[in-house]
């Protein structure tokens, strides 16, 4: 499956530095989402962005900072990360936002040292 | 509130044995989504369930929405090596959080062949 991709797939980063994680779709949709998924909160939502307008930022530290240039594109910027924060970022994309089905990418093995 | 429950958390089966896991809602749902993870993949929409009552198939794969639509359940006949993963219900957030999905914690499938 091709329709949402994510690089890089595994990142090794140390607490000082600055990185982002860029999530692409080429499925036409109009909402996009970013997802930590951990062995202690799976599939835990962090953003939602619908028609490129962020809908929900889900209590998350400003450490990851989202931006949504168009329908298409969704990053995730890092920096000063903690390492309770190595995971599975997980994007995801749906026609819209709501009850549609989501579409994932591989996602984004982050390993904070 | 917006929260499903899924249980078992953990399920191990013999391959042949049939398996069902349940997902959980104190309040009605408008509909219910349910995703399959293989291990080391990521999320993959399986179906959606709207009706109340509703049951649908998918080869060895029968999803059913209760008739207070409340609950939802996947059964699995006879499993087989390649229905391992964890499997997630979804539902939509309600009132003012419409635009999101909202996972359960899944229950992970572990098949001996």
């Known amino acids: 499956e091709t329709g949402v991709t994510q690089t890089p797939r595994h990142l090794v980063m140390g607490m000082t530095n600055k990185k982002s994680l860029k999530c692409e779709q080429h499925?036409?949709?109009?909402?996009m989402y970013w997802y930590k998924q951990s062995a202690k909160k799976p599939l835990e939502l962090m953003f939602v962005y619908n028609f490129k307008e962020q809908t929900e930022n889900n209590s998350v530290p400003s450490r990851f900072s989202p931006e949504c240039p168009n329908s298409s594109h969704l990053f995730l910027h890092l920096h000063t990360l903690q390492p309770e924060d190595s995971a599975l970022y997980l994007c995801?994309?749906?026609?819209?936002?709501?009850?549609?089905?989501?579409?994932f990418g591989p996602g984004t093995r982050l390993t904070v040292t | 509130g917006q929260q499903v429950m899924q249980i078992p958390q953990y399920q191990h089966v013999q391959e042949g044995e049939d398996f069902t896991t349940y997902c959980n809602s104190s309040t009605t749902l408008s509909n219910i989504q349910w995703y399959k993870q293989r291990p080391g993949g990521h999320p993959v929409f399986l179906i959606q369930?709207?009706?109340?009552?509703e049951v649908k198939k998918q080869k060895r794969l029968t999803f059913q929405f209760g008739e207070a639509k409340k609950n939802s359940s996947l059964h699995i006949t006879a499993t087989q090596t390649t229905d391992v993963g964890t499997y997630f219900c979804?539902?939509?957030?309600?009132?003012?959080?419409?635009?999101?999905?909202?996972f359960g914690k899944g229950t992970l499938l572990t098949v001996n062949p």
């Open positions: 499925l036409g949709h109009n909402a």
């Open positions: 369930l709207v009706k109340s009552g």
């Open positions: 995801a994309s749906s026609q819209r936002g709501g009850s549609y089905e989501q579409y």
């Open positions: 979804a539902r939509e957030g309600s009132g003012g959080s419409n635009y999101k999905l909202t």
